[in-house]
T-cell receptor, first 115, second 113 residues
Framework: DGGITQSPKYLFRKEGQNVTLSCEQN?????MYWYRQDPGQGLRLIYY???????QKGDIAEGYSVSREKKESFPLTVTSAQKNPTAFYLC??????????????FGQGTRLTVV | QKEVEQNSGPLSVPEGAIASLNCTYS??????FFWYRQYSGKSPELIMS????GDKEDGRFTAQLNKASQYVSLLIRDSQPSDSATYLC?????????????FGSGTQLTVLP
């Protein structure tokens, strides 16, 4: 089945740790995105990538980093510089680049909690 | 700052009624609009996309777009308890380096049996 797979589903981070969230898609989509969702709020864009080896900051990129070494994969690292990382993280992809008027499809999400 | 505004609700309707969800957006040049449904603790799933002024129907769902008023809505006919969820409006901006999808904060819908 085609889709977007995020792992892990739940992740716990200690203060000062970096953690990496995985996102893999087999939809052959060009564009991939990372969003953050806080309780009762909409989705805010962290980073996006239109093609391999290229990515751009979204609205709330501080404290996060990404890579896009393969078309299928777009991992997100939450660094210790992110002061309030507890949130629901959603990876998405869309066919074509972001310059196309296409919808985005989401993975199942990773819920990150700082302990 | 491109914005997408939704009434956060909660909106409660009885089973079988029509639920009406509304969304306004600030970027006048936006061309593509989407409605997502999100169950509690789950990821958003796409319900409808609409690109032209007017109505678009898909089963019990109808999306309505009025670009002049910068307004998009979602009607759910014959509402069922399984429709209880948060509905997110998303707009793809028309210009700039991102042309990103901007989401509203969502409207929580409860369908009462």
């Amino acid at each position: 089945d085609g889709g977007i797979t995020q792992s892990p589903k739940y992740l716990f981070r200690k203060e000062g740790q970096n953690v990496t969230l995985s996102c893999e898609q087999n939809l052959n989509h060009d564009a991939m995105y990372w969003y953050r969702q806080d309780p009762g709020q909409g989705l805010r864009l962290i980073y996006y990538s239109q093609i391999v080896n290229d990515f751009q900051k979204g609205d709330i990129a501080e404290g996060y980093s990404v890579s896009r070494e393969k078309k299928e994969s777009f991992p997100l690292t939450v660094t210790s510089a992110q002061k309030n990382p507890t949130a629901f993280y959603l990876c998405a992809s869309s066919i074509g680049g972001i310059w196309m008027d296409t919808e985005a499809f989401f993975g199942q999400g990773t819920r990150l909690t700082v302990v | 700052q491109k914005e997408v505004e939704q009434n956060s609700g909660p909106l409660s309707v009885p089973e079988g009624a029509i639920a009406s969800l509304n969304c306004t957006y600030s970027d006048r040049g936006s061309q593509s609009f989407f409605w997502y449904r999100q169950y509690s603790g789950k990821s958003p799933e796409l319900i409808m996309s609409i690109y032209s002024n007017g109505d678009k129907e898909d089963g019990r769902f109808t999306a309505q777009l009025n670009k002049a008023s910068q307004y998009v809505s979602l009607l759910i006919r014959d509402s069922q308890p399984s429709d209880s969820a948060t509905y997110l409006c998303a707009v793809r901006s028309s210009s700039g380096s991102a042309r990103q999808l901007t989401f509203g904060s969502g409207t929580q819908l409860t369908v009462l049996p």
